[in-house]
């Protein structure tokens, strides 16, 4: 297990509380996890994002950019296009772990919790002979 995916150990008063409390507030548009989510498969151009999303890419650049902010996710230009990648696993971690508390809203039996080999939030099950 690397280093940085160990659990923290945070006690109560940590000034982490404040700034994990920015990260959920940060996380808390439909948008950005929509982001995240299709910045899993690696290095995306912001109209690519934007098709994907289904957001114009000005919208779609303004999110990118408080996520920068937040260093979720890092820029790098190449002529006219910026092209996004996730900086590191932690919020595509986050999200993956959202949508599973949301499928328990969702369903009796979350769907996370009745495959054999679970596949990440958003991406449709894998069939046996995919698996093999």
């Known amino acids: 297990m690397r280093e940085d995916t160990k ?14 409390a920015e ?6 548009d439909a ?11 690696g290095e ?3 109209g690519d994002l934007a098709e994907l999303v289904g957001k114009p890419p000005a919208v779609v ?5 408080k996520l920068r902010w937040a260093k979720v996710v890092q820029a790098r230009q190449e002529g006219n296009r910026v092209y996004y990648s996730l900086i590191d696993e932690h919020a595509r971690e986050l999200v993956d772990q959202a ?14 919790h009745r495959l054999s080999e679970r596949p990440l ?4 099950a894998r069939s046996a002979e995919a698996r093999a």
């Open 7 to 20: 659990a923290p150990v945070v006690s109560v008063t940590s000034d982490y509380i404040e700034l994990a």
């Open 23 to 28: 990260v959920f507030s940060l996380l808390s």
């Open 31 to 41: 948008t950005r996890i929509r982001l995240i989510l299709a910045l899993r498969q």
């Open 44 to 46: 995306s151009a912001v």
């Open 61 to 65: 650049s303004q999110h990118l950019a």
């Open 99 to 112: 949508v599973f508390q949301a499928e328990h809203v969702v369903d009796a039996v979350p769907r996370h």
């Open 121 to 124: 939030p958003g991406e449709p």
